[in-house]
């Protein structure tokens, strides 16, 4: 194969084709790089980095390890600044936050023109839940516990970033979490480990490919990101990048599960986390991508940083300067510096002083270059900039039908007392829309909507009056209140509290009502990045706005829009009905004013315990029994628990109404005991003995109840979402191997032993009726 085609030289000048090409074939005879293991196995996919690095100065090499943001060149020819002059000499291997087919091909046009080998240029995104059309925030998704639902939002998210320019993706954030005070719950799937890892392999396989994952070649794919590597979840007291603190035996457990399951799906690509873990940040941490990452797990893509993080080494106490932290970050396995200049200012001296090497060099720009092989762009380094495929693909008809389906599916009824919903659309009744997310649109995507237009989205009065336009059901609407804000400048809540003026018209439209619906909720701002919270009420004044509508004594629905879990202890106990609609994105009011009328029946489930209060955080399912555990049926002295509070949640992962009701019943097993290489199965029937038709999520749990390392109270093991008709009745089967009874030992190794087990197979976490027992011999 010729170097013209492999390259794909057609711009570069006639004297630097010919020595390189010289080059290429004195390269060809050369062995491998050494300490560089290829991603993709590909022979000649790793013959060409071979020959490419073997032409590349050192300069070019740092350059590839080097990344900026689009801001240094949003429009025209590059910016004369530092990281403009980066570029004019060839030495950015990657950016970020470019979008859009033109802006795309323009920058690459420029790397192409300064860059002495034409090596193409990488770009980048964080396409969270999706560019233009946007998709529920993830938290919301993976309440619907619908996989396939979640794999085919990645696809339409990789489809519009890929045709904006985008061929890889700072998603999906896989961190485990169990404290709703981090904002950054808003971007993972909760608390459960199981439920937690099956998201990171679905949500993988949709931005790589949902067919193979491992293939990069073509046009609509991009490369997925494990994001934070590892504990990012763990922040002591909810407060973002803060410090962890966590046992190797609860690294294996709880927060390695998920990082394992994506590169076993193949996940092109790493992000390291803001923390320190036990005492050393994550971004130097030789522990966790040496010894864990590559040498145990034998994961051979690319390692980037997240934004500044080398140079956080310093404010962490561990680097003396950046040079330091150049230094660390290299020696521990990272391959590309996110935005600190680390790299690219430092590596060289660096070796000349002969505290690295060239080869450590070497295997880092050998996996950045793999990755721009396997996306074709050195044979089209304009391959993701095709106007024409961005005009068509970009909220097409198919996306947005599907963030319907997703904004329904992700939504949680919590509460639904004396069946106050759905409101049915041939019931002549007064409702009265009350609270700032009646028509509100800004905050219905949530934070990392990226691309997403907000002024597009549908709000709930929008969605209802839609829906309910031929209906006997009136509308009459006031306010009440404002949503609090944060000031842009100090980046806290602002001090004045939202004005109480509007309560008296809210008042009075409740008492003219039958049914008083009111939204509610945190402003966008309010969850994500560096917005964490140490009360998570309801923010400002609605609880007390709520207060008022209570004294009217009508039924009061509240839909709730939120990136975390809330305290919602004083609604639970006042209002009729609560709809847990998270950030729904783009469909957003239609798809509550479905839920609403009842035209489609709420199925999602929480996949993120809701606490009573703030000081029962960090509160989970999972929990691991004391020596002293509580029992509400026989409570004693010196027992675990509160004294001024339940040790139960108020809502139980796993929790979630419908408007139907299913009976669980006859649960059965195979057999009472299975030895190693068998199984058991377990069965159960479901009927649904309600009016509609409707989803139930059923859930498997299973309790080891002696073991060399002590185990949680229960843990999900297995689920099926199943669809019943009025009537209907399903036989649900599982089956029971050693995998699903093994855990990790004290070796750090997975074991299984013989033992007793209970088992539960219900409707929520919290839920015990339906239970067996079973041994392992």
């Not at 090596?119 to 396939?148: K, Q, Y």
């Not at 009744?429 to 907000?454: M, T």
């Not at 509308?475 to 609090?484: H, I, M």
Request: charged share 25%.
């Amino acid at each position: 194969m010729s170097l013209m085609k492999f390259i794909n030289w057609k711009k570069s000048a006639i004297l630097i084709g010919a020595v390189v090409s010289a080059s290429f074939v004195q390269a060809a005879d050369t062995d491998k790089i050494p300490g560089w293991k290829s991603y993709s196995g590909d022979e000649q996919v790793e013959f060409k980095v071979d020959s490419l690095l073997s032409m590349m100065t050192l300069d070019e090499k740092i350059g590839q390890m080097n990344q900026y943001s689009a801001n240094f060149a949003p429009t025209g020819e590059v910016a004369d600044n530092q990281s403009g002059l980066y570029l004019k000499k060839g030495m950015i291997g990657s950016t970020f936050n470019a979008f859009g087919a033109e802006n795309v091909r323009m920058l690459q046009e420029q790397n192409m023109k300064y860059s002495r080998l034409k090596i193409p240029m990488l770009f980048a995104a964080d396409v969270i839940h999706g560019l233009e059309t946007t998709f529920p925030i993830p938290l919301a998704e993976a309440c619907s516990w619908n996989l396939d639902l979640m794999e085919r939002t990645a696809r339409a998210a990789a489809e519009e970033a890929t045709a904006s320019g985008v061929a890889w993706n700072f998603a999906p954030m896989i961190d485990m979490s169990f404290d709703p005070r981090w904002g950054r719950v808003m971007e993972g799937a909760g608390e459960d480990v199981f439920l937690g890892t099956e998201v990171a392999r679905a949500r993988v396989k949709g931005f790589q490919g949902i067919e193979n994952p491992s293939d990069l070649s073509q046009n609509n794919t991009l490369i997925a990101t494990a994001k934070h590597f590892v504990g990012y979840g763990a922040a002591q007291a909810g407060r973002d990048y803060n410090s962890t603190d966590i046992s190797e035996q609860q690294l294996h457990e709880t927060y390695f599960p998920p990082f394992q399951a994506a590169i076993e799906e193949g996940v092109g690509s790493f992000m390291t986390s803001f923390n320190d873990l036990n005492g050393v940040p994550a971004t130097a941490n030789k522990y966790l991508y040496k010894n864990i990452l590559r040498d145990s797990w034998n994961f051979n893509g690319l390692v980037v940083t997240d934004y500044t993080a080398i140079l956080e080494l310093i404010a962490h106490g561990y680097a003396q300067d950046l040079k330091h932290g150049a230094q660390l970050a290299l020696e521990a396995g990272i391959d590309m510096d996110m935005i600190s200049e680390a790299f690219v200012a430092h590596l060289k001296a660096l070796v000349e002083e002969g505290k690295i090497s060239e080869g450590q060099i070497d295997v880092a720009v050998a996996r950045i270059l793999e990755m721009k092989f396997l996306l074709g762009l050195f044979d089209d380094p304009y391959r993701y900039c095709d106007a024409m495929r961005e005009q068509e693909v970009l909220m097409n008809d198919k996306f947005v039908d599907l963030a319907l389906e997703a904004a329904q599916e992700s939504m949680v009824l919590l509460k639904n007392d004396h069946n106050v919903l759905p409101l049915k659309k041939e019931e002549a009744k007064k409702v009265a829309l009350i609270g700032p997310f009646i028509n509100e649109r800004e905050s219905l995507n949530g934070e990392w909507a990226i691309k997403g237009d907000r002024s597009k989205s549908v709000t709930v009065k929008e969605g209802l009056d839609a829906k309910y336009k031929k209906s006997k059901v009136k509308f009459t609407y006031a306010k009440g209140t404002d949503l609090p804000l944060i000031d842009p400048v100090t980046q806290k809540v602002a001090v004045a509290e939202p004005s109480e003026e509007g309560f008296a018209a809210a008042v009075e439209a409740a008492e003219k009502s039958d049914v008083v619906l009111v939204a509610m909720g945190e402003n966008y701002h309010w969850s994500g990045e560096a917005a964490s919270r140490s009360d998570i009420t309801l923010p400002g004044n609605q609880r007390a706005l709520l207060k008022a509508l209570k004294k009217t004594g009508k039924p009061i629905v509240l839909v709730l829009f939120n990136g975390r879990p809330l305290d919602l202890s004083w609604e639970a106990e006042n209002v009729d009905a609560i709809v847990e609609a998270w950030y729904p994105g783009l469909m957003a009011g239609n798809a509550v004013a479905d839920i609403i009328s009842g035209d489609y029946n709420p199925s999602a489930k929480l996949v993120m315990t809701f606490p009573r209060n703030v000081g029962q955080v960090p509160i989970f399912y999972n929990q691991k029994n004391t020596g002293r555990p509580f029992n509400d049926q026989a409570p004693a002295d010196y027992r675990s628990n509160y004294i001024d509070v339940a040790n139960t949640p108020l809502y139980a992962f796993g929790h979630g109404l419908s408007y139907t009701n299913f009976e669980y019943s006859n649960l059965q097993l195979s057999e009472s005991a299975f030895s190693k290489g068998g199984s058991i199965e377990a069965s159960i029937d479901i009927t649904n003995t309600g009016d509609m038709d409707g989803e139930e999520i059923v859930q498997l749990y299973i309790h080891d109840k002696v073991a060399s390392v002590t185990r949680p109270v229960k843990e999900l093991k297995a689920f099926e979402k199943i669809a019943l008709k009025k009537g209907e009745r399903r036989q649900v089967k599982f089956t029971i191997d050693e995998e699903m009874i093994a855990f990790i030992g004290l070796d750090k190794e997975k074991i299984v032993e013989a033992g007793e087990f209970e088992l539960w197979i219900s409707k929520s976490s919290d839920d015990q009726s339906q239970y067996a027992t079973f041994s392992f011999q």
